[in-house]
């Protein structure tokens, strides 16, 4: 068996659906971020553990909850409140931590918008770090999200994940990439200021998150980005074929580099900040 850890935020409309689906472990935490709607108060009606800790980042919320939160197996699942776990998946998790070849294993999401799996202009299949080792995973932060780092060997499950990325309305994923691209931004000038493409996992990398993570940085560096980004997701990955679905899909990452773009060039001419010296008032002299 394996613990699941279910990150949460403003999760009211999620939150149910997702615990349900991770029904099937005997040990399930919900780390939320302090939210201010009903997402705690749903999820203590379930047979769960609640913990409450204030976000800093992405990367460092999921260290502090594998180094502060104890669980009952050694093993553990991370799902997001946008996930499922489905009964195939858990399956193949019981089984892969069984063996002791690897420490931990990656996860293919499949994105699910506007009622539909997008397929093809999702980089399908695009592997996440999901089932490992709690002693042997950490995290650091890259960017809006976060990079795994572990201690040991890894490997690739064949069962998939749906991440309903856009389930409470588009309002709301324009909010939340609204702040992904000021970390995004940030992240661009530190990688273009002293950070390098890998040219060889970019063309020899040994698995789909190697090429990935190198094409990313490739990118950071290509001018007209927000167009290459919707002229390779369209017509390259063939998010034409995914429909009405693929089109909004792909115009609203072309829009989202956009931002980060804009993000970018505003970090670059920021002023500084004017220091303004204390007023001195003078002491009206005395008339003779």
Known sequence: ?????????????????????????????????????????????????????????????????????????????????????????????????????????????????????????TQYPRYQMRLFRKDKVWFTDYGHTEREVCDGPTGFLKETYPHYTCSKGLSRWLEKHNRYSSDEAKETLRQLESG??????????????????????????????????????????????????GFAWCTLQAFYEYLILLKVWELKHAPEPRIEPEQVQATPSSQS
């Not at 613990?3 to 029904?23: H, Q, V």
């Not at 190697?210 to 001018?223: C, G, I």
């Open 196 to 245: 390098a493409v890998s040219w060889k996992n970019l063309f020899l990398g040994s698995s789909e998150v190697e090429r990935r993570r190198a094409l990313k940085d490739l990118s950071l560096r290509l001018p007209f980005r927000p167009l290459l980004r919707f002229l390779y997701m369209y017509l390259l990955l063939g998010g034409i074929l995914d429909g009405r679905a």
């Open 1 to 121: 068996m394996f613990s699941i850890y279910i990150l949460t935020y403003n999760e009211e409309i999620d939150i149910a659906p997702c615990i349900e689906s991770a029904m099937l472990s005997d040990d399930i935490i919900v780390v939320d971020s302090i939210s201010s709607d009903r997402t705690v108060e749903i999820a203590n009606r379930y047979p769960v553990q609640v913990v409450q800790h204030e976000f800093e980042s992405h990367g460092k919320q999921r260290t502090w909850m594998l180094e502060e939160i104890p669980t009952k197996h050694e093993w553990v699942y991370i799902l997001e409140a946008d996930e499922r776990m489905t009964p195939e998946l858990f399956q193949e998790c019981l089984e892969a931590t069984k063996s002791e070849e690897f420490i931990g294993y990656y996860v293919a999401e499949r994105v699910i918008f506007m009622d539909q799996w997008i397929r093809r202009s």
